[in-house]
């Protein structure tokens, strides 16, 4: 039976559409800021393109994958082409296409060239490895490793987030060291930019590019694009000066730099060098253009699940490296204990008394992680453990404890971090983990910031994704009714 195109079933909003075969096999992934329009133009002409009627023709589900803005479906179709390499996708197949970063490498001189991301291509979340009955030092390690990572990601600072929303781009700030940190920025969206502005920050402060670094100047150094350290033409002292200050403009001072561009395009002006000088203009007011905020393709090295509990399932987004990867929609009744058993992995060894009596065991050993924001939760997004209120209320916070607790028992690996719309006792979850796994991740309930956007984000595509299940129900009922 081919495949049956209802536009009913698909938004009018921007986000990433993912063909499958009957089988399952990714065909073929795009993108679009109006889903319903493109999609539509698939199956309401005829293709002349061969390859087109191959397509079409092969197509039996369509995936969707709701977004916020443009921006973020044009990130989110480079991933997701790169990580499933689809066989009709020719375009941003390879690691080097798609959207680089300007970066600034932990050498001894520090070179600044362009970085494109890699992705781990391995299937589900890749966690840290904690199968079952795994326990002992390398446990052990993985789990001080995940730790120290996940305080190193909650320490987000003001000034990168003012650098996205300046830039349109993520940074990426390493921990202090005795070398210059690695900066990034981006991705971008233009090439043409990106290359400019490289141009702009190499001639501005004689930042190498040579890969690997000659012993002698070369040309570059004669025409002024580099301060020629290779050869002591500066110190490294001074050489080390140049590389913070173009780091700085990098990490966090976006207006800084377009400060300093304006500088630079009125020395070009009084020399009459009118050309470069409307060169840098253009490129100024690019940058000062505000970009749609993006949270689908951020710098990070954890891996991370989200997972948002409705009335009737439970969408589970995976993040890995702060790029989203894939979501999936589980069946879930949380409205009480009973009905939370009936979820997708049944096991009465997770039921509310086994996880009690781990966390119990484990006393305070296990760390109660929350977002350390004292706001309280907006509405629909659950509240935190311990809450007052009457017995059914608590019984019905617990069942999301009763879900996590049996959902990653049964897992073969386990995220760094959770983030969660709705939880009751973070303590005992973890310490049924811990038990079980000998590994308890992150868990998280933010109230605000980055976190809660992706929760939001899970929202959005669990509403539109029940809602197509439900129309698809009912039609069916409405077809059986018919024929009998």
């Known amino acids: 039976m081919s495949f049956q195109y209802r536009a009913a079933d ?6 990433c559409y993912i063909m499958k075969d009957a089988e399952g096999k990714i065909l073929y992934i795009g993108k679009s800021k109006r889903l319903r329009a493109r999609l539509g133009s698939y199956f309401h002409q005829r293709h002349k393109v061969r390859r087109l009627q191959q397509l079409v023709s092969e197509v039996a589900d369509i995936e969707i994958m709701l977004v916020n803005n443009e921006d973020e479906s044009l990130l989110l179709e480079n991933n997701l082409i790169k990580l499933h390499k689809p066989p009709y996708n ?17 050498e001894r001189y520090p070179r600044l060239g362009v970085h494109y991301r890699k992705r781990n291509r391995i299937g589900g979340v890749a966690g840290v490895a904690a199968k079952a009955g795994s326990s002992g030092a390398a446990d052990a390690e993985r789990a001080e490793r995940a730790v120290g990572a996940a305080k190193a990601l909650s320490t987000e600072t003001a000034g990168a987030s003012r650098t996205g929303r300046a830039m349109g781009a993520s940074t990426s700030i390493a921990a202090p060291s005795s070398e210059p940190p690695v900066r990034r920025l981006g991705p971008f969206k233009s090439r043409q930019f990106r290359t400019a502005l490289m141009e702009f920050l190499i001639a501005h402060y004689g930042l190498r590019t040579c890969d690997p670094m000659p012993k002698r100047v070369c040309l570059l150094y004669h025409l002024g694009r580099c ?31 377009i400060r300093v561009m ?15 000088a409307g060169s840098l203009l253009e490129h100024i007011r690019i940058l000062e253009r505000k970009p749609a905020k993006q949270i689908v393709d951020r710098e990070g090295t954890l891996s991370q699940e989200v997972v948002y509990f409705g009335s009737s399932g439970v969408l589970i987004a995976a993040v890995q490296e702060g790029m989203l990867r894939e979501m999936r929609l589980l069946p879930w009744k949380g409205s009480g204990a009973a ?15 086994v996880v009690k009596s781990a966390a119990e065991r484990a006393g305070t050993e296990c760390d109660v992680e929350s977002s350390g924001v004292a706001d309280e939760a907006p509405i629909g997004y659950g509240s935190d453990a311990d809450a007052s209120g009457d017995t059914g209320e608590k019984e019905s916070l617990a069942a999301y ?44 309930h933010p109230k605000r910031g980055l976190k809660l956007a992706l929760l939001q984000l899970c929202a959005s595509n669990y509403e539109y994704r029940v809602g197509r299940l439900e129309a698809a129900t009912a039609a069916a009922a409405a077809q059986t009714e018919k024929t009998t």
């Open 227 to 257: 301060s020629g350290v290779c050869e002591g033409m500066i110190s490294e002292e001074e050489y080390r000066g140049r590389v913070n200050e173009a780091a700085e403009l990098l990490s966090n001072r976006g207006e800084e730099l």
């Open 90 to 106: 020719r375009a941003l197949r390879r690691e080097n296409s798609g959207y680089a970063y300007l970066h600034l490498t932990e």
């Open 339 to 353: 009905e939370a058993s009936n979820g997708p992995v049944q096991d009465e060894s997770c039921e509310a008394g």
């Open 262 to 276: 304006k500088a630079k395009m009125e020395e070009h002006a009084e020399r009459l060098e009118f050309e470069q």
């Open 10 to 15: 698909y938004p009018e909003a921007p986000g």
């Open 401 to 444: 404890d009763r879900f996590l607790a049996s959902y990653y028992l049964e897992r073969e690996t386990l995220p760094d971090e959770i983030i969660v719309s709705s939880v009751s006792n973070i303590r005992m979850v973890r310490a049924a983990l811990r038990r079980s796994r000998g590994y308890a991740p992150r868990i998280v």
